[in-house]
């Protein structure tokens, strides 16, 4: 069911808490993209979560609170955390810390736990009306791409479960994912917190290297994900070469009888001609294409695409966070391509 949260804002913010009091799992709005949400102290309520997902339980959760002392009540926070929680709270980034008694079934039975304060105030005030930690993974079923409106939860979970509703996520990708527990913060996952922000603020930082093939230092990384039905394909390179390349691998398809679809920023559109196109956002501004993915993707499957044509976005900013997601979408299916001269 969802409640729209306009009039009875606060009303449906009390129902949802009561929920999560009695041991059950809404789904609730995010800056980032929607969460499925239950009490992270109920380990009966956060197998739910599991459930209701067919997430792998070794993929642990990250536990939304609602200030930063209700997170150090959680984790213990060394000089690095304090400072990026104080710069970045409430926003889009999740701190890795020693775990203080979060149950094991959030964490998947590391020492560590993944804590976040959220820019929202609908999940902020779930959070308070619940009064306790709301542990949290995105609110899409297993290896489909995160939600960013009511309307996809709904899609993978239907009727039954409780949405709270306040609209389109403003950033549209999950938050920054890093390990505070050493020296030099590391990123686990890109998010609009970039690695540039982070090592202005620490002093340094180090994006993971973890690759297709290599050892998934977070679990996460390790399953498929933010995956639609259709293959994906990156095409990145040199804008003539890109566009020249896309038209090909498109006819070529239509030929083999798929359904191939582009996905183009604005600037690049007219190139395609009477082909389908979806804008992917203005390639000035990769803020417009992380908003934009998810439902892009989405959309997609609804309409029956088999094959996704993708110009590569640059990778400034969040673009390199949508480029992370765009590659773990392809399967790291990427070509290459440059201009002749
Ligand atoms: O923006 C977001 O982060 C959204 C909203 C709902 O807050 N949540 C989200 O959760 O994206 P989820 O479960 O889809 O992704 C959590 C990521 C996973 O990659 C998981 O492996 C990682 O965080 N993670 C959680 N706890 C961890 C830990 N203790 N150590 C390392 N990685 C952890
Ligand atoms: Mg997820």
Same mark, same amino acid.
């Given at each position: ?156 979970? $239907? *009727?039954?479960? @409780?949405?709270?509703?306040?609209? &389109? ?8 994912? %890093?390990? /505070? !527990? ?74 083999? $009888? *798929?359904?191939? @679809?582009?996905?183009?920023?604005? &600037? ?8 389908? %196109?979806? /804008? !992917? ?61």
């Amino acid at each position: 069911m969802i409640l729209v949260l306009d009039s009875e804002y606060k009303k449906h913010i009390e129902d949802a808490a009561a929920v999560i009091k009695n041991g059950g799992v809404v789904a609730f709005p995010t800056e980032t993209v929607y969460g499925l949400g239950a009490n992270a102290y109920d380990e009966s309520a956060v197998a739910k979560i599991f459930e209701l997902k067919g997430r792998p339980q070794d993929n642990p959760l990250i536990v939304h609170v609602e200030s930063l002392p209700a997170a150090k009540s959680i984790a213990a926070f060394g000089e690095n955390a304090e400072r990026l929680a104080r710069r970045f709270w409430p926003g889009p980034l999740t701190l890795v810390l020693e775990n203080k008694g979060i149950p094991s079934i959030v964490t998947a039975g590391l020492g560590t736990v993944a804590v976040r304060m959220p820019d929202s105030d609908a999940a902020l005030s779930l959070i308070s009306a619940s009064g306790v930690p709301i542990a949290a993974p995105s609110a899409n079923k297993s290896g489909s791409p995160s939600p960013t409106c009511a309307r996809h939860v709904q899609n993978d979970f $239907g *009727d039954s479960l @409780l949405i709270l509703d306040a609209g &389109e996520c403003g950033i549209g990708v999950e938050s920054t994912v %890093v390990d /505070v !527990t050493g020296e030099v913060p590391v990123i686990l996952r890109p998010g609009a917190v970039t690695a540039e922000m982070i090592a202005q603020e620490a002093g340094s930082a180090e994006i993971s290297s973890a690759a297709p093939g290599g050892t998934p230092p977070s679990p996460g990384m390790k399953y498929r994900h933010y995956a639609p039905r259709a293959d994906v394909t990156v095409v990145e390179g040199d804008r003539a070469a890109v566009i020249e390349a896309i038209k090909f691998l498109y006819d070529k398809a239509l030929k083999n $009888g *798929d359904k191939p @679809l582009v996905m183009a920023c604005r &600037e690049n559109r007219k190139h395609y001609g009477k082909r389908d %196109v979806f /804008v !992917t956002g203005s390639e000035t501004d990769p803020r417009e294409a992380a908003k934009n993915l998810y439902s892009l993707l989405r959309s997609a499957d609804e309409n029956g695409y088999t094959g996704i044509f993708f110009e590569a976005v640059k990778k400034e900013g969040i673009g390199f966070a949508v480029m992370n997601r765009v590659y773990k979408a392809a399967s790291y299916n990427v070509i290459r391509v440059t201009d002749k001269r």
